[in-house]
């Protein structure tokens, strides 16, 4: 069995954000650049604690990843481009992009985020602030998304959700005091 020395340096050092000479020293050396421009999570943990910035050499890497782009776009507060393909194809990754990063609709990932109730819901009440026809669908799934995009999205009756909102008390109690004013 080989142990790689390198990578284990190197998980130490993105563990402890070990800033010693030493690691100083590792860290710029030619084994970890290539090291980190060839792992996302590494990449990602060391733009994040050790440039606390933008890494380039890493961002081809980085990119790939759904989670690893959103949380790099995040970081660096800027719209990441080349993480956009890979972030559109995960509802959690391009909702908080949007909500997160841009601040404003996400195009490309609205068809993952459409697909999942929760991540439709929210993106319809915190980015699109209004009607999300595309996640309707889904958001009529559970009582809870229903009444909620009712009352933060549409601002008004949701008649998809209706069927979901009535077999749950609780639900259909807040929709219909909403609804009537209450």
Known sequence: MTIDYGKR?????????DM??????FMSSPEAREIMSSNPEYAYLYARDILKGRFPEGEDIIAKYPRHSFL???LIAAAFPKGEKAIATVAWSSFNYAALVLKSRFPAGEKAIAADGDY?????VEVVKGRFPEGEEAIATNADYACTYAIHALKG????????????????????????GN
């Open 72 to 74: 790099y776009a995040y």
């Open 157 to 180: 009756r949701f008649i998809t959700g209706e069927k979901i909102i009535a077999s749950y008390p609780f639900f259909l109690k807040l929709y219909e005091d909403f609804l009537n």
């Open 9 to 17: 340096r190197m998980n130490y050092i993105l563990v402890t954000k």
């Open 120 to 124: 439709a819901c929210g993106y319809a």
């Open 20 to 25: 010693s000479p030493e690691a100083r020293e």
